[in-house]
């Protein structure tokens, strides 16, 4: 079954750990600009 695209949002301390962190569970980083503590991921 097909859900259908969803996206949450999270604060966190420290962008380039997060960023880190979802790339090693296998996330792609999609865009967004690390220099304004944002970036869009996708699996």
């Given at each position: 079954m097909k859900?259908?695209?969803?996206?949450?949002?999270l604060?966190?301390?420290?962008i380039?750990k997060?960023k880190s962190f979802?790339?090693?569970?296998?996330?792609q980083t999609?865009?967004?600009?690390?220099?304004?503590?944002l970036?869009?991921n996708?699996?």
């Amino acid at each position: 079954m097909k859900l259908g695209a969803f996206s949450i949002s999270l604060s966190v301390k420290d962008i380039n750990k997060s960023k880190s962190f979802y790339e090693n569970l296998g996330f792609q980083t999609l865009g967004g600009d690390i220099t304004q503590n944002l970036a869009y991921n996708e699996e």
